[in-house]
């Protein structure tokens, strides 16, 4: 089988998840079949503001369509130009139709328009959860549910080879179990500034000890002004920005838990990165989330959104119990997002689709 993976213009950014995933997804896919990665050379002399935009433009060249069996767009856009190829997208998640004021402006009038009009020139979608599966179906009634098919990211193999170590947190002058970890971008979707608040108050009330911290991992992003004025280290709140892969295993691996207050997400990738490391995770109540929850045995500690108080009680019970609930941890079986298998069902889904061209 010949597939080009289109990433566009996420292709230099392979530490975000979409450019993980289409590095990890070709990677893996040339062990068993032909698979290129396009790479748009061209939007590096173009100003970051117009970079979506002309993409729209250099998708739409007839000559890039031509000699491949699937071209597999991971960018939740795909070309107006009609061609005899199998076009196939990938659809994560519904965030600026659900969500539009919590997204930027230009990211948020792009996607709205790629996926609305993408959605009815592909061939079949792929999404990332049934959750997220269920959502396109009351979302774009025309669609037809055989043509839509579930496939998870998995855990890019950079992070899931390392082995965590001690050392890295002492020089990041972190105390191995002294802390709960967030990762992801630093924005109103991920409900960050709920987490602070809670986070705040249960050690004002003595519900967590005094030395517990809260770190946070991830790039700034819309909202953050927001939290901004609460990320302070006598608060117990420290900010680390982007890190590498051995220090982000380590930080999953000696913590207290991972939470994870996400108000909206199509999978969360957070979530298994922390399973793989035996973490304990606190999640909101999000359809997602609950979905990995019932997957893994049930394993995590759920909220409702917007209780405050059922947050900071799972906070303080998991700061007090740690060592308990840490061996009592069983997510079952992990190899599912390992690429190989990743790769493998993401084949299936193209030989099935061309089967029913």
């Known amino acids: 089988m010949?597939?080009?993976?289109?990433?566009?213009?996420?292709?230099?950014?392979?530490?975000?998840?979409?450019g993980s995933f289409s590095h990890n997804l070709a990677l893996h896919l040339n062990k068993t079949n032909k698979c290129d990665l396009l790479d748009y050379k061209v939007l590096d002399y173009i100003p970051r503001y117009f970079k979506k935009w002309s993409y729209i433009g250099l998708t739409n060249i007839p000559y890039l369509t031509k000699g491949y069996d699937i071209i597999h767009h991971v960018s939740q856009y795909s070309p107006w130009i009609v061609d005899c190829t199998v076009h196939v997208m990938t659809v994560y998640d519904l965030a600026e139709l659900k969500y539009p004021e919590m997204i930027s402006f230009a990211w948020r009038h792009y996607n709205r328009y790629s996926i609305q009009k993408s959605i009815n020139r592909v061939n079949a979608v792929i999404t990332i959860s049934n959750s997220m599966k269920k959502e396109l179906l009351d979302t774009f009634p025309k669609l037809r549910e055989e043509n839509i098919y579930v496939c998870s990211p998995g855990i890019r193999s950079e992070l899931l080879n390392v082995k965590p170590n001690e050392k890295i947190l002492n020089d990041l002058s972190i105390k191995p179990y002294s802390y709960f970890l967030f990762v992801s971008e630093l924005t109103k979707r991920k409900n960050i500034k709920f987490l602070l608040n809670a986070f705040i108050d249960a050690k004002s009330k003595k519900i967590i000890k005094e030395s517990t911290q809260l770190i946070l991992v991830g790039k700034k992003s819309i909202g953050y002004k927001e939290i901004e004025p609460l990320i302070q280290e006598k608060l117990g709140i420290r900010e680390m920005g982007f890190l590498n892969d051995v220090q982000l295993a380590s930080l999953y691996r000696f913590s207290k838990g991972l939470v994870y207050p996400s108000i909206y997400e199509g999978f969360g990738m957070p979530i298994i990165e922390a399973m793989n490391q035996n973490t304990p995770i606190i999640i909101s109540r999000i359809p997602a989330s609950i979905e990995l929850h019932h997957a893994h045995n049930g394993?995590?500690?759920?909220?409702?959104?917007?209780?405050?108080?059922?947050?900071?009680?799972?906070?303080?019970?998991?700061?007090?119990?740690?060592?308990?609930?840490?061996?009592?941890?069983?997510?079952g079986n992990l190899s599912k997002y390992h690429y190989d298998n990743i790769a493998t069902n993401h084949i299936n889904i193209y030989s099935n689709i061309l089967n029913n061209i």
Not at 7 to 17: H, Q, T
């Open 2 to 18: 010949n597939i080009l993976i289109d990433n566009a213009i996420v292709e230099k950014n392979k530490k975000g998840g979409i």
């Open 299 to 331: 394993q995590m500690f759920h909220f409702e959104l917007g209780d405050s108080d059922g947050l900071i009680s799972l906070l303080g019970k998991i700061d007090n119990e740690f060592s308990s609930i840490r061996k009592q941890l069983n997510y």
